[in-house]
């Protein structure tokens, strides 16, 4: 995926149709938690990351996204010291989950 994501960005490619994604891959984390990436970005023409999470409305469709795997599942109820709990790679946390109620 990884390779994927750099070939878009180097050839500054464009989809044959407009594509709209979401990741739960390390690859994504940079994306996940970054200020001017957190609310989504296009990666080329047509191939847009939608975010970390929140609800969009693309051609009409409401639609309600969550990037990321769930850190609670995985026994992230005890941060890392020194974790503010905003960045915590490609993990969402219940804050994420309240954007789309």
Do not use: C
């Not at 180097?10 to 609310?39: G, Q, R, V």
């Not at 795997?69 to 890392?80: C, E, K, M, R, Y």
Request: proline content about 2%; charged content about 25%; aromatic content about 10%.
């Amino acid at each position: 995926m990884e390779d994927l994501y750099q070939d878009y960005l180097k050839k500054n490619a464009e989809t044959s149709i407009p594509t709209h994604f979401i990741d739960s891959t390390p690859l994504i984390a940079a994306f996940m938690n970054s200020k001017k990436t957190i609310e989504g970005f296009s990666l080329a023409r047509g191939l847009n990351f939608l975010g970390r999470s929140g609800v969009k409305v693309i051609n009409g469709l409401r639609i309600a996204y969550v990037s990321g795997i769930d850190f609670d599942v995985l026994g992230g109820s005890t941060l890392a010291s020194g974790t503010s709990g905003k960045y915590l790679g490609h993990y969402f946390l219940e804050e994420d989950l309240k954007k789309i109620e």
